[in-house]
Protein backbone atom coordinates (compact mmCIF):
# COMPACT_ATOMS: atom_id res chain seq x y z
CA UNK A 1 0.00 0.00 0.00
CA UNK A 2 2.81 2.28 0.70
CA UNK A 3 3.82 2.09 -3.26
CA UNK A 4 0.53 3.54 -4.35
CA UNK A 5 1.39 7.11 -2.37
CA UNK A 6 4.88 7.50 -4.26
CA UNK A 7 3.39 6.85 -7.45
CA UNK A 8 0.61 9.96 -7.46
CA UNK A 9 0.66 12.65 -9.77
CA UNK A 10 2.88 15.99 -8.98
CA UNK A 11 0.33 18.36 -8.78
CA UNK A 12 2.56 21.24 -9.10
CA UNK A 13 2.97 21.06 -12.96
CA UNK A 14 -0.22 22.53 -14.02
CA UNK A 15 0.24 25.33 -11.74
CA UNK A 16 3.94 25.65 -12.94
CA UNK A 17 2.55 26.40 -16.44
CA UNK A 18 -0.13 29.40 -14.98
CA UNK A 19 2.96 31.27 -13.71
CA UNK A 20 4.16 30.67 -16.95
CA UNK A 21 1.29 31.72 -18.72
CA UNK A 22 0.39 35.13 -16.53
CA UNK A 23 4.67 36.37 -17.04
CA UNK A 24 3.83 35.88 -21.10
CA UNK A 25 0.86 38.74 -20.22
CA UNK A 26 3.49 40.85 -18.18
CA UNK A 27 5.96 40.49 -20.96
CA UNK A 28 3.31 41.61 -23.67
CA UNK A 29 2.48 44.45 -21.35
CA UNK A 30 5.98 45.60 -20.95
CA UNK A 31 6.19 45.61 -24.97
CA UNK A 32 3.50 48.23 -24.93
CA UNK A 33 4.90 50.34 -23.03
CA UNK A 34 8.04 50.55 -24.36
CA UNK A 35 6.72 51.22 -27.67
CA UNK A 36 3.80 53.90 -26.15
CA UNK A 37 7.40 55.12 -24.80
CA UNK A 38 9.10 54.64 -28.43
CA UNK A 39 6.29 56.75 -30.11
CA UNK A 40 5.73 59.90 -27.67
CA UNK A 41 9.45 59.77 -25.85
CA UNK A 42 11.29 60.81 -28.60
CA UNK A 43 10.41 63.83 -30.63
CA UNK A 44 10.25 65.26 -27.14
CA UNK A 45 13.58 64.74 -26.38
CA UNK A 46 15.14 65.41 -30.20
CA UNK A 47 13.81 68.92 -28.99
CA UNK A 48 15.67 69.33 -25.75
CA UNK A 49 18.53 68.14 -26.86
CA UNK A 50 20.46 71.31 -27.66
CA UNK A 51 19.48 72.69 -24.32
CA UNK A 52 20.72 69.95 -22.65
CA UNK A 53 23.85 70.50 -24.62
CA UNK A 54 24.21 73.45 -23.46
CA UNK A 55 23.33 72.91 -20.65
CA UNK A 56 26.37 71.32 -20.35
CA UNK A 57 28.49 74.17 -20.86
CA UNK A 58 27.02 76.36 -18.19
CA UNK A 59 29.71 74.85 -15.27
CA UNK A 60 32.64 76.56 -16.22
CA UNK A 61 30.62 79.28 -19.10
CA UNK A 62 27.74 80.20 -16.34
CA UNK A 63 24.25 80.28 -16.84
CA UNK A 64 23.39 80.08 -20.21
CA UNK A 65 26.87 81.06 -21.40
CA UNK A 66 26.74 84.33 -18.94
CA UNK A 67 30.42 83.80 -17.04
CA UNK A 68 30.47 85.58 -14.06
CA UNK A 69 34.53 84.41 -13.86
CA UNK A 70 37.60 84.43 -16.17
CA UNK A 71 36.37 81.63 -18.56
CA UNK A 72 34.74 83.56 -21.92
CA UNK A 73 31.03 84.77 -21.66
CA UNK A 74 29.69 82.96 -24.79
CA UNK A 75 25.81 84.74 -24.72
CA UNK A 76 25.03 86.73 -27.04
CA UNK A 77 28.32 86.19 -29.41
CA UNK A 78 27.42 86.00 -33.14
CA UNK A 79 26.23 82.45 -34.55
CA UNK A 80 29.34 82.66 -36.80
CA UNK A 81 32.14 83.64 -34.14
CA UNK A 82 31.29 81.11 -31.68
CA UNK A 83 31.19 78.55 -34.83
CA UNK A 84 34.55 79.66 -35.69
CA UNK A 85 35.97 79.38 -32.16
CA UNK A 86 34.37 75.81 -31.79
CA UNK A 87 35.56 74.65 -35.12
CA UNK A 88 38.64 76.16 -34.04
CA UNK A 89 38.92 73.87 -30.84
CA UNK A 90 38.16 70.79 -32.80
CA UNK A 91 40.33 71.07 -35.06
CA UNK A 92 42.95 71.96 -32.50
CA UNK A 93 43.56 75.78 -32.17
CA UNK A 94 45.01 77.82 -30.48
CA UNK A 95 47.40 75.85 -28.90
CA UNK A 96 47.39 76.94 -25.82
CA UNK A 97 43.30 76.02 -25.31
CA UNK A 98 43.29 73.62 -22.32
CA UNK A 99 39.30 71.92 -22.16
CA UNK A 100 37.68 73.06 -25.34
CA UNK A 101 39.65 70.93 -27.92
CA UNK A 102 39.02 67.98 -26.00
CA UNK A 103 35.38 68.71 -25.39
CA UNK A 104 34.80 69.84 -29.26
CA UNK A 105 36.55 67.18 -30.70
CA UNK A 106 33.03 64.71 -29.49
CA UNK A 107 30.75 67.32 -31.29
CA UNK A 108 29.53 66.80 -34.67
CA UNK A 109 29.19 69.55 -37.12
CA UNK A 110 25.43 69.87 -36.44
CA UNK A 111 25.14 70.23 -32.60
CA UNK A 112 28.09 72.83 -33.25
CA UNK A 113 26.10 74.64 -35.53
CA UNK A 114 23.13 74.08 -33.45
CA UNK A 115 25.04 75.20 -30.07
CA UNK A 116 26.35 78.47 -31.78
CA UNK A 117 22.59 79.68 -32.72
CA UNK A 118 21.12 78.61 -29.26
CA UNK A 119 23.69 80.76 -27.38
CA UNK A 120 23.98 83.58 -30.26
CA UNK A 121 19.93 83.77 -28.96
CA UNK A 122 21.00 83.97 -25.60
CA UNK A 123 20.79 88.12 -24.24
CA UNK A 124 23.89 88.56 -23.17
C1 LIG B 1 35.42 72.48 -18.20
C2 LIG B 1 35.09 73.88 -18.50
C3 LIG B 1 34.40 74.21 -19.81
C4 LIG B 1 33.25 73.65 -20.34
C5 LIG B 1 32.38 72.55 -19.75
C6 LIG B 1 33.00 74.36 -21.58
N1 LIG B 1 33.95 75.29 -21.80
FE1 LIG B 1 34.06 76.54 -23.41
N2 LIG B 1 35.79 77.33 -22.69
C7 LIG B 1 36.43 76.92 -21.52
C8 LIG B 1 37.74 77.56 -21.44
C9 LIG B 1 38.74 77.36 -20.31
C10 LIG B 1 37.86 78.35 -22.60
C11 LIG B 1 39.10 79.12 -23.08
C12 LIG B 1 39.81 78.21 -24.11
C13 LIG B 1 40.43 76.96 -23.48
O1 LIG B 1 41.30 77.09 -22.60
O2 LIG B 1 40.10 75.85 -23.91
C14 LIG B 1 36.61 78.21 -23.34
C15 LIG B 1 36.31 78.90 -24.51
C16 LIG B 1 35.16 78.77 -25.23
C17 LIG B 1 34.78 79.55 -26.40
C18 LIG B 1 35.57 80.70 -26.98
C19 LIG B 1 35.11 81.96 -26.29
C20 LIG B 1 35.95 83.17 -26.62
O3 LIG B 1 35.34 84.25 -26.80
O4 LIG B 1 37.17 83.03 -26.65
C21 LIG B 1 33.59 79.08 -26.84
C22 LIG B 1 32.80 79.59 -28.04
C23 LIG B 1 33.20 78.00 -25.95
N3 LIG B 1 34.16 77.86 -24.99
C24 LIG B 1 32.03 77.28 -26.08
C25 LIG B 1 31.65 76.26 -25.22
C26 LIG B 1 30.46 75.48 -25.39
C27 LIG B 1 29.43 75.68 -26.47
C28 LIG B 1 30.45 74.58 -24.36
C29 LIG B 1 29.44 73.49 -24.10
C30 LIG B 1 29.20 72.54 -25.18
C31 LIG B 1 31.62 74.80 -23.55
N4 LIG B 1 32.33 75.83 -24.11
C32 LIG B 1 31.93 74.10 -22.42
C33 LIG B 1 35.95 76.06 -20.59
C34 LIG B 1 34.83 75.24 -20.75
Redesign the pocket.
Known amino acids: MTGTRARQPNSSLPRRSRVAGSAGLFGTGAAAALAILAIFGSPAAAEEDISI ?2 G ?6 GPE ?1 RSPG ?5 AG ?1 TQA ?2 KA ?2 EG ?1 RAGE ?1 A ?6 R ?2 SA ?1 SDE ?2 DA ?2 R ?2 SEVKP
Not at 96 to 101: G, H, S
Open positions: LASCANCHGAIPTIKVLHMFPDATVMPLMYEILAWF
